[in-house]
C-alpha cells in the first residue's frame, strides 16, 4: 500500500513526486501518516488548504473526515483538487453536494444512484453520520462487505461497526476476514492495530505482529514491523531488532534514509541516525 516516512525538509521533492503512487510515499503537509491503514490516519493536525499534490487530498482524507464528521475539512479538500463540478468523478459527486454544495436532499439522490458502484464505506459513514440514517447505513456497511477483498476493507467494515454501531460482535467478525486474506505483510500490520485498537488484545496483535515479520522481505516491510511494536505496545526492545533487519535487507541509499528517518522518529537517536545516512551516501 504506502510508506509514510517522507516528513522532512529534505524529503520533501521526493514524496510529492510519489504521491499517488500506492507503492511510494505520502506526504500531507508535513503529516507523517502513522499506519498501514492510510484512510484511517489521524489528521487532526491537517491542513487540508495546504496538502501537497492537491490531486491526492480527496482520495487521502475521505474516510477519517468521514469518521470524524469533519465535513468542512473535507469541502476544503476537494478546493484544493480544484476540479470544476463538472468534472468530479460520480462516485464522488455525492460528497462533492454534500460538503461542498450542502444540499442534503440533492447529496442523498447522487449517493442512491451511484450506490451499486461505490465501493468501500464511504456512503455508509455518510449516511450514519452525515443523514443520520442508522438503518441506512448498516445495509450499506452490509453491501461493502460483500464487496471487501482487501484486508483494510475489512478493517474499515470492523471499525464501523464498533465506532459508529456499538457492535462488537460484528467488529470481532470483520477483523477476522482480514486474517483469512492478508498476503504481506502491512495486512498483518494493519490486523495488528485494529485488534489493539478496537479491543485492547494484545494477544491477537502479537500474534498478528508476528505474522508480519514472518512475510517481511524488503527494508520498509520490517521497518513498519518496528514502527507497530513501537506504537502499539512500546517495544522497543522489538521495534530496534526490527529495525536492525531493516538495515540488513537495505538495498540503496533511499532504503538508508529511511532507515535514518526511523530511527529519529521512533527513538530519537541520532547517533543511529547518522549512522545510517553516512551508509546512504556511501550507497550512491
Known amino acids: 500500500m504506502v510508506s509514510w516516512f517522507y516528513n522532512r525538509a529534505e524529503d520533501k521533492q521526493r514524496a510529492i513526486e510519489n504521491l499517488g503512487n500506492y507503492t511510494k510515499e505520502v506526504y500531507l503537509s508535513g503529516l507523517k501518516i502513522e499506519t498501514d491503514d492510510l484512510a484511517w490516519a489521524e489528521l487532526i493536525e491537517l491542513d487540508l488548504a495546504a496538502v501537497i499534490a492537491p490531486r491526492q487530498a480527496v482520495w487521502a482524507t475521505e474516510i477519517p473526515l468521514l469518521a470524524g464528521k469533519r465535513f468542512d475539512d473535507l469541502a476544503k479538500a476537494f478546493a484544493a483538487w480544484g476540479k470544476p463540478e463538472h468534472e468530479i468523478p460520480a462516485k464522488l459527486y455525492y460528497l462533492y453536494v454534500f460538503c461542498v454544495l450542502k444540499d442534503k436532499d440533492r447529496a442523498r439522490f447522487e449517493l442512491e444512484k451511484v450506490a451499486d458502484m461505490v465501493e468501500g464505506v464511504g ?13 441506512g447505513a448498516r445495509a450499506s456497511l452490509v453491501a461493502a462487505e460483500k464487496k471487501a477483498d482487501k484486508s483494510w476493507n475489512w478493517t474499515y467494515c470492523a471499525k464501523i461497526w464498533h465506532e459508529v454501531f ?43 505482529l508476528e505474522q508480519a515479520e514472518s512475510v517481511a522481505e524488503s527494508s520498509t516491510q520490517w521497518r513498519h514491523c518496528a514502527a ?47 549512522r545510517c545516512r553516512k551508509n546512504a551516501k556511501d550507497a550512491e
Open 166 to 208: 456499538n457492535d462488537d460482535d460484528e467488529a470481532r467478525r470483520c477483523l477476522k476476514q482480514p486474517e483469512s486474506v492478508a498476503e504481506y505483510s502491512f495486512h498483518w500490520t494493519t490486523c495488528a492495530g485494529s485488534w489493539h485498537e478496537l479491543f485492547n488484545d494484545d494477544r491477537a496483535a502479537c500474534r498478528c
Open 228 to 274: 507497530s511494536w513501537h506504537k502499539l505496545f512500546s517495544d522497543h526492545r522489538e521495534a530496534r531488532r526490527c529495525l536492525k533487519r531493516a538495515e540488513s535487507v537495505a538495498k540503496d541509499g533511499d532504503d538508508w534514509i529511511r532507515c535514518a528517518n526511523s530511527w529519529d522518529e521512533l527513538f530519537n537517536d541520532d547517533r543511529e541516525a547518522r
Open 123 to 135: 456512503p455508509a459513514l455518510l449516511l450514519g453520520l452525515g443523514f443520520g440514517d442508522l438503518a
